[in-house]
Nanobody, 121 residues
Framework: QFVESGGGLVQPGGSLRLSCTAS????????VGWFRQAPGKEREGILC????????YYDDSVKGRFAISRDNAKKTVYLQMNSLNSVDTAVYYC????????????????WGQGTQVTVSS
């Protein structure tokens, strides 16, 4: 129910913007979070935008570098990632939950398919 795009290979210090577009539901009633899963690790939450567009960070390492925004009319949520480094290499997923932020993967109602982000020189 979510289609993600925008991943790829980027050099350290570079930027990427990920997009996540809903196909079958109205984003006005859903909080949307971004998660990532590095090789050999569990999927973890990064940050979330709730239905009032308040932002919650779950990973302090992205504060000041990553930003989430949403355009409900386009049913799309964005993740702007700046100052990327190798530890940011992972598969990135968007996940939606009705009304409240999904602070852990098991609370997600709808997932995107994931997009690979690789930070390497």
């Amino acid at each position: 129910q979510f289609v993600e795009s925008g991943g790829g290979l980027v050099q350290p210090g570079g930027s990427l913007r990920l997009s996540c577009t809903a196909s079958e539901f109205d984003l006005d009633y859903y909080a949307v979070g971004w998660f990532r899963q590095a090789p050999g690790k569990e999927r973890e939450g990064i940050l979330c935008s709730d239905i009032s567009e308040s932002i919650t960070y779950y990973d302090d390492s992205v504060k000041g570098r990553f930003a989430i925004s949403r355009d409900n009319a386009k049913k799309t949520v964005y993740l702007q990632m700046n100052s990327l480094n190798s530890v940011d290499t992972a598969v990135y997923y968007c996940g939606a939950r009705a009304y409240a932020c999904p602070n852990e993967p098991k609370r997600v109602d709808y997932w995107g398919q994931g997009t690979q982000v690789t930070v390497s020189s």
